[in-house]
């Protein structure tokens, strides 16, 4: 299906640009990263122009699963591990058998090379107060 391989060239793309120039995310910054990877989604399923077939093929593309995964690495703090389920009992009720199955694996695991884009999280830098030594 061309959409299917247009959306996953438009975001293997985004997610190259991001992992090739090194940028660095800070808390803030890979929340607003995976709005703005949700939001994809969020388009897909209101485009009038897609057909139902369509739209439910795109949205249940691996690559918005990888997409939103970086966007949860970017979140995790150093060491913390990745949950190995999510939480089906918000999602379960409105989806069907298949999209479950695949809603099992969390998001993180579709992400090759995952210590990578790890590095890509902005270093908090302490900042310490220097107690003035002589008097003005």
């Not at 299917?4 to 793309?13: G, R, T, V």
């Not at 660095?24 to 929340?31: E, L, N, V």
């Not at 690559?63 to 979140?75: A, D, F, N, P, Y």
């Amino acid at each position: 299906m061309v959409t299917n391989m247009i959306l996953k060239l438009i975001c293997e793309s985004w997610l190259d640009h991001i992992y090739n120039n090194k940028i660095k995310f800070s808390h803030d910054g890979a929340i607003q990263l995976l709005f703005d990877f949700a939001q994809v989604k969020t388009w897909l399923g209101t485009c009038s122009i897609i057909t139902h077939n369509m739209r439910k093929k795109m949205i249940n593309n691996e690559i918005l699963q990888r997409c939103e995964g970086v966007g949860k690495l970017l979140l995790r703090k150093p060491g913390e591990p990745i949950k190995m389920t999510e939480n089906n009992e918000q999602r379960g009720a409105q989806e069907n058998s298949d999209s479950q199955k695949t809603e099992m694996m969390p998001p993180e695991m579709y992400v090759p090379n995952q210590e990578q884009w790890l590095e890509l999280r902005a270093i908090k830098k302490k900042t310490f107060l220097v107690p003035k030594l002589c008097c003005d």
